[in-house]
Protein backbone atom coordinates (compact mmCIF):
# COMPACT_ATOMS: atom_id res chain seq x y z
CA UNK A 1 0.00 0.00 0.00
CA UNK A 2 3.05 2.25 0.75
CA UNK A 3 4.63 2.11 -2.58
CA UNK A 4 1.31 3.49 -4.28
CA UNK A 5 0.87 6.15 -1.74
CA UNK A 6 4.15 7.18 -2.55
CA UNK A 7 3.16 6.89 -6.42
CA UNK A 8 -0.16 8.88 -5.88
CA UNK A 9 2.13 11.85 -3.81
CA UNK A 10 4.15 11.97 -6.79
CA UNK A 11 1.15 11.75 -9.51
CA UNK A 12 -0.59 14.98 -7.31
CA UNK A 13 2.84 16.79 -7.00
CA UNK A 14 3.53 15.74 -10.63
CA UNK A 15 0.00 16.99 -11.78
CA UNK A 16 0.45 20.21 -8.92
CA UNK A 17 3.93 21.09 -11.03
CA UNK A 18 2.05 20.72 -14.74
CA UNK A 19 -0.63 22.63 -13.21
CA UNK A 20 1.15 25.43 -11.68
CA UNK A 21 3.31 25.31 -15.25
CA UNK A 22 -0.29 25.62 -16.88
CA UNK A 23 -1.20 28.17 -15.00
CA UNK A 24 2.20 30.32 -15.17
CA UNK A 25 1.63 29.68 -18.77
CA UNK A 26 -1.63 30.78 -19.21
CA UNK A 27 -0.78 33.67 -16.88
CA UNK A 28 2.14 34.29 -19.26
CA UNK A 29 -0.14 34.19 -22.10
CA UNK A 30 -2.89 36.37 -20.70
CA UNK A 31 -0.10 39.14 -20.10
CA UNK A 32 0.78 38.96 -23.59
CA UNK A 33 -2.56 39.11 -24.56
CA UNK A 34 -3.44 41.94 -22.60
CA UNK A 35 -0.17 43.68 -23.72
CA UNK A 36 -1.14 42.71 -26.77
CA UNK A 37 -4.43 44.29 -26.80
CA UNK A 38 -3.50 47.31 -24.78
CA UNK A 39 -0.34 47.88 -27.48
CA UNK A 40 -3.34 47.12 -30.12
CA UNK A 41 -5.38 50.67 -28.31
CA UNK A 42 -2.78 52.25 -27.88
CA UNK A 43 -2.00 51.86 -31.53
CA UNK A 44 -6.29 52.40 -32.25
CA UNK A 45 -5.91 55.08 -29.98
CA UNK A 46 -2.95 56.65 -32.36
CA UNK A 47 -4.63 56.30 -35.82
CA UNK A 48 -7.81 57.45 -33.81
CA UNK A 49 -5.97 60.51 -32.68
CA UNK A 50 -4.06 60.75 -36.47
CA UNK A 51 -7.34 60.51 -38.33
CA UNK A 52 -8.72 63.03 -35.54
CA UNK A 53 -5.91 65.38 -36.45
CA UNK A 54 -6.20 64.47 -40.57
CA UNK A 55 -9.79 65.38 -40.01
CA UNK A 56 -8.87 68.60 -38.30
CA UNK A 57 -6.13 69.40 -40.86
CA UNK A 58 -8.91 68.79 -43.57
CA UNK A 59 -11.10 70.95 -42.11
CA UNK A 60 -8.67 73.53 -41.65
CA UNK A 61 -7.65 73.24 -45.20
CA UNK A 62 -11.30 74.01 -46.62
CA UNK A 63 -11.67 76.27 -44.49
CA UNK A 64 -8.15 77.85 -45.63
CA UNK A 65 -9.64 76.98 -49.41
CA UNK A 66 -12.90 78.43 -49.47
CA UNK A 67 -11.18 81.65 -47.57
CA UNK A 68 -8.95 81.50 -50.65
CA UNK A 69 -11.80 81.20 -53.30
CA UNK A 70 -13.89 84.00 -51.30
CA UNK A 71 -10.92 86.41 -51.63
CA UNK A 72 -10.08 85.24 -55.57
CA UNK A 73 -14.24 85.84 -56.34
CA UNK A 74 -14.15 89.22 -54.38
CA UNK A 75 -10.97 90.35 -56.61
CA UNK A 76 -12.85 88.76 -59.80
CA UNK A 77 -16.05 90.86 -59.00
CA UNK A 78 -13.79 93.68 -58.40
CA UNK A 79 -12.11 93.31 -61.54
CA UNK A 80 -15.29 92.85 -63.35
CA UNK A 81 -16.50 96.14 -61.46
CA UNK A 82 -13.44 97.85 -61.85
CA UNK A 83 -13.43 96.79 -66.11
CA UNK A 84 -17.12 97.61 -65.97
CA UNK A 85 -16.26 101.49 -64.40
CA UNK A 86 -13.35 101.52 -66.86
CA UNK A 87 -15.44 100.58 -69.56
CA UNK A 88 -17.94 103.31 -69.19
CA UNK A 89 -15.25 106.02 -68.21
CA UNK A 90 -13.52 105.45 -71.76
CA UNK A 91 -17.34 105.31 -73.44
CA UNK A 92 -18.15 108.68 -71.71
CA UNK A 93 -14.30 110.10 -73.38
CA UNK A 94 -14.96 108.75 -76.40
CA UNK A 95 -18.39 110.71 -76.28
CA UNK A 96 -16.81 113.58 -74.80
CA UNK A 97 -14.27 113.62 -77.55
CA UNK A 98 -16.47 113.05 -80.04
CA UNK A 99 -18.63 116.21 -78.77
CA UNK A 100 -15.65 117.67 -78.86
CA UNK A 101 -14.44 117.06 -82.58
CA UNK A 102 -18.03 118.05 -83.53
CA UNK A 103 -17.58 121.06 -82.13
CA UNK A 104 -14.29 121.70 -83.26
CA UNK A 105 -15.46 120.71 -86.74
CA UNK A 106 -18.35 122.94 -86.60
CA UNK A 107 -16.28 126.03 -85.46
CA UNK A 108 -13.62 125.53 -88.10
CA UNK A 109 -16.70 125.31 -90.41
CA UNK A 110 -17.71 128.48 -89.25
CA UNK A 111 -14.24 129.72 -89.66
CA UNK A 112 -14.32 128.96 -93.09
CA UNK A 113 -17.74 130.10 -93.84
CA UNK A 114 -17.09 133.52 -91.71
CA UNK A 115 -13.66 133.84 -94.22
CA UNK A 116 -15.45 132.41 -97.63
CA UNK A 117 -18.34 135.22 -96.70
CA UNK A 118 -15.48 137.92 -95.74
CA UNK A 119 -13.57 137.04 -98.99
CA UNK A 120 -17.10 137.53 -101.36
CA UNK A 121 -17.36 140.57 -99.41
CA UNK A 122 -14.35 142.02 -100.25
CA UNK A 123 -14.99 140.56 -103.77
CA UNK A 124 -18.24 142.37 -104.10
CA UNK A 125 -16.86 145.43 -102.07
CA UNK A 126 -14.47 145.75 -104.93
CA UNK A 127 -16.64 144.78 -108.00
CA UNK A 128 -18.68 147.73 -106.62
CA UNK A 129 -15.43 150.24 -106.51
CA UNK A 130 -14.96 149.36 -109.48
CA UNK A 131 -18.59 149.34 -110.78
CA UNK A 132 -18.49 152.96 -109.24
CA UNK A 133 -15.30 154.05 -110.77
CA UNK A 134 -16.43 152.90 -114.16
CA UNK A 135 -19.91 154.79 -113.67
CA UNK A 136 -17.35 157.78 -112.28
CA UNK A 137 -15.06 157.54 -115.53
CA UNK A 138 -17.89 157.47 -117.65
CA UNK A 139 -19.72 160.25 -115.84
CA UNK A 140 -16.22 162.19 -116.04
CA UNK A 141 -15.87 161.01 -120.15
CA UNK A 142 -19.91 162.55 -120.39
CA UNK A 143 -18.63 165.48 -119.04
CA UNK A 144 -15.41 165.85 -120.93
CA UNK A 145 -17.54 165.55 -123.77
CA UNK A 146 -19.51 167.74 -123.08
CA UNK A 147 -16.98 170.11 -122.02
CA UNK A 148 -15.08 169.61 -125.95
CA UNK A 149 -18.42 170.13 -127.27
CA UNK A 150 -18.85 173.46 -124.99
CA UNK A 151 -15.01 174.00 -126.09
CA UNK A 152 -15.85 173.61 -129.39
CA UNK A 153 -19.13 176.09 -129.36
CA UNK A 154 -16.74 178.19 -127.95
CA UNK A 155 -14.53 178.39 -130.41
CA UNK A 156 -16.76 178.76 -133.42
CA UNK A 157 -18.33 181.46 -131.24
CA UNK A 158 -15.07 183.20 -130.72
CA UNK A 159 -14.40 183.06 -133.96
CA UNK A 160 -17.54 184.25 -135.40
CA UNK A 161 -17.11 186.97 -132.52
CA UNK A 162 -13.60 187.67 -134.82
CA UNK A 163 -15.41 187.93 -137.85
CA UNK A 164 -17.42 190.62 -136.60
CA UNK A 165 -14.34 193.08 -135.32
CA UNK A 166 -13.28 193.31 -139.35
CA UNK A 167 -16.96 195.25 -139.08
CA UNK A 168 -16.93 198.03 -137.57
CA UNK A 169 -18.32 201.65 -136.95
CA UNK A 170 -16.85 205.13 -137.15
CA UNK A 171 -16.50 204.80 -133.20
CA UNK A 172 -14.85 201.62 -133.86
CA UNK A 173 -17.69 199.48 -132.21
CA UNK A 174 -18.70 196.43 -134.39
CA UNK A 175 -21.78 196.55 -136.49
CA UNK A 176 -23.02 193.37 -135.16
CA UNK A 177 -23.14 193.28 -131.69
CA UNK A 178 -20.99 191.01 -129.31
CA UNK A 179 -22.44 188.20 -127.77
CA UNK A 180 -20.63 188.55 -124.80
CA UNK A 181 -22.91 186.92 -121.94
CA UNK A 182 -23.01 184.13 -124.68
CA UNK A 183 -19.54 183.58 -124.24
CA UNK A 184 -19.13 184.13 -121.12
CA UNK A 185 -22.04 181.20 -120.27
CA UNK A 186 -20.34 178.83 -122.95
CA UNK A 187 -16.67 179.55 -121.12
CA UNK A 188 -18.39 179.44 -117.86
CA UNK A 189 -20.29 176.00 -118.54
CA UNK A 190 -17.11 174.40 -119.83
CA UNK A 191 -15.21 175.36 -116.84
CA UNK A 192 -17.46 173.24 -114.87
CA UNK A 193 -17.85 170.63 -117.12
CA UNK A 194 -14.24 170.25 -117.41
CA UNK A 195 -13.94 170.49 -112.81
CA UNK A 196 -16.64 168.15 -113.10
CA UNK A 197 -15.15 165.70 -114.87
CA UNK A 198 -11.42 166.62 -113.21
CA UNK A 199 -13.22 165.35 -109.67
CA UNK A 200 -14.74 162.31 -111.02
CA UNK A 201 -11.56 161.11 -112.27
CA UNK A 202 -10.00 161.71 -108.61
Known amino acids: MRPLRIGGVVLLL ?27 ARAMAARAQQ ?15 RAELARVEQE ?41 EERIAALERQVAEADARIRRREQANAKLAEAITAAEELLQMLASEQLKYENVDA ?27 QQLGN
Open 171 to 197: QGRTVEPLQKSLISELETRKNTLVREA
Open 51 to 65: AEEARLAAEQSEREL
Open 14 to 40: VLSACAGQRAEQEAMQAQQEAAAAEAE
Open 76 to 116: RAALAEARVEAEREAEARARQAAALQRRQEAAERARLQGEQ
